[in-house]
């Protein structure tokens, strides 16, 4: 490998993360990868090389995080591409999830990543330098029926994504929102998915959405090893987009809601134009 970078990579012990840093190590690459479960981090990665650092990380508590960071800057001396991945699906209307299953989805897939990025930047600004890919979903863009906190995290990370983007340009880092369709990872299993605990009979546009999901499992159109392929293109880019799409299904929807949105803007313009002061 010509050019080995440093990476840092969360939720790494299955899935999208998992691939990702397998691929990373076998193309050469050195990886900081983050789990809940370091043993299962350190079994499903399969390697005792020198260039991977396993790291069992509460993404969650920052001080846990900061240990992890802290570890990985030591053990390679510099961050270059900060992945985070870590995220889980939550179905439910609003109605039925609770505070708690409302804000767990938020520490894991919102806070958490921030966290990461809280942590990492003061490395990334001194080397003026680095890039964070931030992974959202198609459902940050376009949600589904059903699926209306998950969609509310992953707009959260597209927003952030965006305007951090524009904070950090000057200190010469970079920033992609990663938002990808289905893929075939373990995302939507039993062990990935959480269900609000106290559904309401009356939503059942909600659970016919949640099985239309749940039967897609293993079939999924999209291959996680293009998808660790097409993030590592990514970041090796001089100019690598602010948001980038993953999948078919994602290119599709999110082309549908542009038509959508602006087809909507359109249709009420001029009531939208209407608020100003008549100076
Ligand atoms: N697969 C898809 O269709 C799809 C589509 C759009 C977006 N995404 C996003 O892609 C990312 C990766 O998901 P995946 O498809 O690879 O799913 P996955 O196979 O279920 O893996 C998810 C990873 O996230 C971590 N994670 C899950 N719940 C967590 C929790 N409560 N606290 C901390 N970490 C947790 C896990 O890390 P550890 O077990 O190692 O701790 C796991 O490795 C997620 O952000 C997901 O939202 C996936």
Do not use: C
């Amino acid at each position: 490998m010509s050019n080995p970078k440093i990476w840092f990579v969360t939720g790494a012990s299955q899935g999208l993360g998992l691939t990702l840093v397998k691929r990373l190590l076998r193309e050469g690459h050195h990886v900081a990868a983050t789990s809940r479960k370091q043993a299962s981090l350190v079994q499903a990665v399969g390697t005792t090389s020198f260039a991977f650092l396993p790291l069992q990380v509460d993404l969650a508590d920052e001080a846990s995080v900061r240990q992890g960071i802290e570890q990985a800057i030591n053990t390679f001396g510099r961050l270059d591409v900060v992945v985070n991945n870590a995220g889980y699906g939550i179905g439910g209307s609003i109605e039925e999830l609770t505070d708690a299953e409302t804000r767990q989805a938020f520490d894991v897939n919102v806070f958490g990543g921030l966290n990461v990025i809280r942590q990492v930047l003061p490395y990334m600004r001194k080397a003026q330098a680095g890039h964070i890919l931030n992974i959202s979903s198609i459902a940050g863009i376009t949600p589904a029926t059903g699926w209306a906190i998950y969609a509310a995290t992953k707009f959260a990370v597209e927003g952030f994504s965006e305007a951090l983007a524009q904070d950090v340009a000057p200190f010469g880092i970079k920033v992609t929102a990663v938002a990808p369709g289905a893929f075939r990872t373990n995302f939507l299993t039993p062990e990935s998915l959480v269900f609000a605990q106290q559904p309401l009979e009356a939503y059942q546009a909600v659970r016919a959405s949640h099985e239309k999901y749940l039967a897609m499992n293993g079939a999924q159109a999209g291959d996680p090893e293009k998808a660790a392929a097409a993030i590592m293109q990514v970041a090796s880019e001089s100019n690598p987009p602010v948001h980038l799409l993953l999948g078919q299904d994602a290119y599709q929807r999110a082309t549908q809601k542009l038509e959508t949105f602006g087809r909507e803007m359109q249709a009420w313009q001029p009531l939208t134009v209407s608020t100003e002061f008549a100076e």
